[in-house]
């Protein structure tokens, strides 16, 4: 957030955590960066921020999404007994199913863009991690999650290509 509002970007921030929403929309100010309380897994609760965003800037042409958690433990405890599925089902809803939710949503309105240069329409960055190809013990959930958006990467790129979007993921280390 703090570098696109650097470059002049106008900047929407979507995210459950309030508090620190708000403290970064302080500090940088209201005039270019708004924010939105919103739960990626759920499709109102996107659609009514972007309706917001459309409403304040009047386009979208870049999604940054790095929406991410991480519930470790092993599949087996000392136990013996099974993680509840419960755990694992989070972190895939969040980090996955979020992820494309945010993204669908984008690209539809990107897809309404006029073309600028070389007739790109918008831009959409994942964020996998390292952990999709290294996964350690403790980090199935969080491991396999990312290499879904590794997955979702490559057909998205193809699909969305015909309309001028370009899709790309990270898959950072530790930070």
């Given at each position: 957030v703090r570098e696109f509002a650097a470059s002049g970007a106008r900047v929407a921030i979507f995210d459950l955590d309030s508090d620190r929403g708000l403290r970064i929309l302080d500090?940088?100010?209201s005039e270019r960066i708004t924010f939105h309380r919103v739960d990626v897994c759920d499709e109102p609760s996107v659609a009514a921020a972007l309706d917001e965003v459309m409403s304040a800037f009047g386009t979208v042409h870049i999604c940054?999404?790095?929406?991410?958690?991480a519930a470790p433990g092993k599949i087996l405890d000392r136990d013996g007994v099974a993680k509840p599925l419960a755990d694992y089902e989070r972190v895939v809803r969040i980090n996955l199913i979020g992820t494309f939710n945010v993204m669908s949503k984008c690209a539809a309105l990107m897809a309404k863009n006029a073309p600028e240069d070389g007739e790109e329409r918008g831009v959409i960055v994942n964020t996998a991690s390292g952990a999709a190809y290294e996964g350690q013990i403790g980090q199935a959930a969080y491991a396999s999650s990312k290499n879904g958006v590794i997955g979702l990467n490559l057909p998205?790129?193809?699909?969305l290509g015909r309309h001028g979007i370009r899709v790309n993921?990270?898959?950072p280390g530790l930070f």
């Open positions: 500090e940088l100010g940054v999404n790095c929406a991410g958690v998205s790129a193809r699909e993921a990270i898959a």
